[in-house]
């Protein structure tokens, strides 16, 4: 086991000598990721972003994050960026959690509260490391996912500003913070029934199932104290970190900074600095995932083979995963849509004989027109291809944005929490999805309940969205709209380049920050 002391003199930094190539008047961001994979993505390319521009970046936390985002580190290292990794072993002892329990896709579920602390415990080590001369310059601001209230106190002693992170979107933010600031729920039993989202000029209607607030709603304590505690450090940022573009939403970009007194820079999509540094296939290998069932290049070779815009492909991202059932109504579904596809079932071999027996007959039948693929599958590469008309999605944030700078119109399936207001962006506000009904949580049920979208509905959603008719062009025009949008945002002179250069400039050693929580 390794106690606390220990921990800071076995931080590791992957850099051959850290302060030789350091800038003394660069703003230097240290970032404290949430190591699931749509947490963790965002906030590294966020910091290459800002490297590029001229910063030092330092990315902290323990090994099992290290090692999933070193590649990518290395990379950017070769090419000349000042980007960091320093890693810190968790105290699994002190903090309760299993040894070894964080070094999965994902922390299981019934070790999340044991490892939020065993982050925490992290504070006093990446205190003591960015006090030394070896990380110099010395920090001048903490990117903090929001999930790490802990960095106010990391912060407040550094004597640095504070910005949190977050890979979603503004509207959703805007609701849970205006359902949470209006007592949306006050007197509502049912967790099922429909509410008006208050301080909104569009009317939007929501349950507590599909927005209960971050970490509401679990009947445990402690969580809610976490929430809580979320809460203040959330107010008490000195501003905001997005992954989006502003021209996505701008209307609730400018209603969250208003809500919240503070500035928010929008950056994104975060992963156009892989598509202007690298192609995209060394991205898949730099991004640290395991490798893909489907090698790259066989899944460009097949949808070289398929007419422009015929395909559509099926992915539920990193968490989540269907039941037997459902895996069989989504095949058949497919099937029956007469389209093309490449579907992702990750961690298929998991599956019951009977499952893995009908994915094999289903694969048989669609040979030619539909590719399985069990594991991972290069999305990025896929999603850009001119072969792909359409995504089936969890409408995950990452997942969302994908969609929209590929110019992609979408069919909405949300699981989860923030997918469900990620959901109605896309399908209320945006125009560019078809959604296949689902209105409670698949995933993280209070109550455990079968819930199965029939094949029939699948068909229909995927029909509605790859077929012809002047609804479903128009779908795609807006969706070609926003890719547009999305790529002038990312170049020189547009909004996200300009919100990464004025992150640079203002945080800048001896820059005057005294604005940094105004609105833009």
Not at 127 to 142: I, N
Not at 445 to 463: D, L, N, S
């Amino acid at each position: 086991m390794t106690s606390q002391g220990q921990a800071t003199t076995l931080a590791r930094v992957d850099a051959e000598d850290a302060a030789a190539g350091s800038n003394a008047n660069a703003a230097h961001f240290v970032f404290v990721p949430l190591r699931e994979q749509g947490h963790l993505i965002p906030a590294v390319d966020t910091a290459l972003l800002l490297a590029s521009h001229g910063a030092v970046c330092t990315i902290v936390g323990p090994p099992s994050t290290a090692a999933l985002v070193r590649p990518t580190v290395d990379s950017a290292q070769r090419s000349g960026l000042q980007v960091r990794l320093a890693e810190f072993p968790l105290d699994y002892a002190a903090s309760g959690l299993p040894e070894g329990a964080d070094a999965g896709d994902s922390i299981p579920p019934m070790h999340m509260w044991s490892y939020y602390r065993a982050m925490a415990l992290l504070r006093e080590p990446i205190e003591s490391y960015l006090r030394g001369a070896h990380a110099a310059p010395f920090p001048t601001c903490v990117v903090s996912d929001f999930i790490h209230p802990w960095t106010t106190e990391l912060a407040a002693n550094l004597g640095v500003p504070r910005l949190s992170f977050f890979s979603m979107c503004a509207f959703g933010l805007l609701c849970h913070h205006n359902l949470e600031r209006f007592n949306a729920w006050d007197g509502v039993e049912d967790p099922n029934a429909p509410v008006v989202v208050p301080g909104l000029e569009r009317r939007f209607v929501v349950t507590r199932a599909q927005a209960p607030g971050f970490f509401r709603g679990i009947p445990i304590p402690c969580w809610e104290e976490f929430a809580d505690y979320i809460e203040r450090a959330r107010a008490e940022a000195d501003g905001v970190i997005m992954n989006k573009f502003e021209e996505m939403e701008p209307e609730y970009v400018a209603g969250y900074a208003a809500a919240r007194n503070m500035k928010v820079w929008t950056v994104g999509p975060v992963a156009t600095y892989h598509q202007t540094r690298t192609t995209l296939a060394s991205t898949l290998a730099s991004r640290g995932l395991r490798a893909c069932a489907v090698d790259a290049d066989e899944c460009i070779r097949w949808l070289d083979g398929q007419a422009p815009g015929s395909v559509v492909y099926v992915s539920f991202g990193s968490i989540s995963r269907a039941e037997p059932k459902q895996v069989v109504e989504i095949g058949l579904g497919l099937e029956a849509s007469g389209h093309p596809f490449i579907w992702v079932l990750r961690n298929a071999g998991d599956y019951d004989e009977a499952t893995r027996a009908f994915l094999g007959e289903l694969e048989a039948r669609v040979a030619g027109r539909g590719l399985l693929v069990r594991g991972w599958a290069p999305q990025l590469l896929v999603l850009s291809h001119d072969a792909v008309g359409g995504f089936v999605t969890h409408c995950g944030w990452n997942s969302t944005l994908e969609a929209v700078a590929a110019g992609l119109p979408v069919v909405t399936w949300p699981h989860f929490t923030d997918q469900f207001l990620n959901e109605k962006l896309a399908v209320e506000v945006l125009g560019i999805g078809v959604s296949v009904g689902v209105t409670e949580p698949l995933t993280f049920q209070a109550v455990k309940k079968e819930i199965v979208v029939g094949r029939e509905v699948v068909e229909a959603a995927v029909r509605s969205v790859m077929g012809a008719g002047e609804e479903a062009e128009e779908r795609r025009r807006r969706a070609r709209a926003l890719a547009a949008k999305a790529k002038a945002a990312a170049e020189v002179g547009g909004s996200s380049h300009t919100n990464l250069l004025d992150l640079v400039k203002r945080f800048q050693p001896g820059a005057p920050r005294g604005d940094a929580v105004s609105q833009i």
